[in-house]
């Protein structure tokens, strides 16, 4: 009995000797994680970027609004750039989340407000389709903030 007593402290106070040394090295570091950015890269078909920078304007714009007072989103902007070549973009859109925790579950906290907006399923992916011959989606990646202390 007094063994495994003595293995039992033992392992506990290993186990907390890792853990007070994760602690003492995520003090350590000098950022603390931020916010965290979907970056969409998105190429305008020739001629159609006022078309498309319309439907920004309406549906889309809704939706980002409905989104950000419900507190699924911190924010959203659109940015333009000037691409180099035929495959780079020449709009960005940006949607800023509160952590990488705000990501779970995003179907569910947003499919009524995407219904509400856009129409059911099938209407919507019509819609999206016919989006495609305003633009063309080349990517997307998630970035997160680093915040220096």
């Not at 994760?22 to 931020?34: F, H, I, V």
């Not at 059911?120 to 633009?135: F, H, I, M, P, Y």
Request: net charge neutral; glycine share 8%; proline share 3%.
């Amino acid at each position: 009995m007094k063994f495994k007593t003595r293995a039992l402290g033992a392992l506990a106070g290993l186990f907390l000797s890792f853990f007070a040394i994760g602690t003492a090295l995520a003090a350590d570091r000098t950022y603390t994680e931020g916010a965290v950015l979907q970056v969409s890269s998105i190429r305008t078909q020739d001629g159609m970027f006022d078309a498309y920078m319309a439907w920004l304007d309406g549906p889309y714009k809704q939706f980002m609004e409905e989104q950000k007072s419900a507190g699924v989103i911190l924010d959203y902007n659109v940015y333009a750039a000037s691409p180099r070549g035929p495959g780079d973009p020449d709009l960005y859109l940006v949607t800023v989340y509160k952590n990488m925790a705000a990501l779970d579950n995003l179907n569910e906290k947003s499919d009524a407000t995407a219904e509400k907006i856009f129409g059911n399923e099938q209407k919507a992916s019509a819609d999206t389709v016919a989006r495609g011959k305003l633009r063309t989606v080349l990517g997307s990646e998630l970035i997160r903030e680093l915040k220096l202390k």
